[in-house]
């Protein structure tokens, strides 16, 4: 009598263990399934970021103000602003070069679209006159024979992008 009732125990205790074990594996599963993927930011969010580090390129530490402000402007959080830029200044680091093209790029973006704000407004007054302040003449900018704004010599592409 004792040895069929330690044999049914005994057998209760294995389904036991392997209906545990089972539903272990289901909830792990479901967990692993659950955690949040990895996704990068829309191409506006990372132009703002980009343009807020290059344009702070000595000092690339945003105040939490700024983070705020970012953060609301690139619809993320501010957890996420602060993981960018210290992704970003580490990344900075290790390919200075690779990146000073970038931070190149982002000098001249900003510098054109200041001087199309301040052509705009100079082109209000005297439309038939070239800028003084016009950005022909900042490095990186060729004038070709594109149809152009301002003085003449910028293509419409490069100020209304």
């Not at 000595?58 to 953060?71: I, M, Q, R, T, V």
């Not at 000098?107 to 082109?123: L, R």
């Amino acid at each position: 009598m004792v040895a069929i009732i330690h044999r049914k125990f005994s057998s209760i205790q294995m389904q036991l263990k392997q209906s545990t074990c089972e539903a272990v594996m289901i909830l792990r599963s479901r967990f692993l399934d659950a955690r949040r993927k990895r996704r990068n930011f829309n191409k506006q969010a990372t132009e703002v970021l980009n343009e807020y580090f290059y344009s702070h390129l000595s000092n690339p530490y945003p105040s939490e103000e700024a983070k705020e402000e970012l953060a609301k402007k690139c619809a993320i959080t501010v957890s996420q602003v602060s993981n960018w830029f210290g992704n970003k200044r580490i990344r900075y680091k290790k390919n200075i070069g690779k990146f000073q093209e970038e931070a190149n790029l982002y000098a001249v973006k900003t510098a054109v679209d200041a001087a199309n704000v301040s052509a705009q407004a100079s082109q209000a007054n005297s439309p038939a006159t070239p800028n003084s302040d016009c950005v022909h003449s900042l490095p990186g900018v060729e004038s070709n024979s594109a149809p152009s704004c301002c003085c003449r010599r910028i293509p419409c592409t490069l100020l209304h992008t």
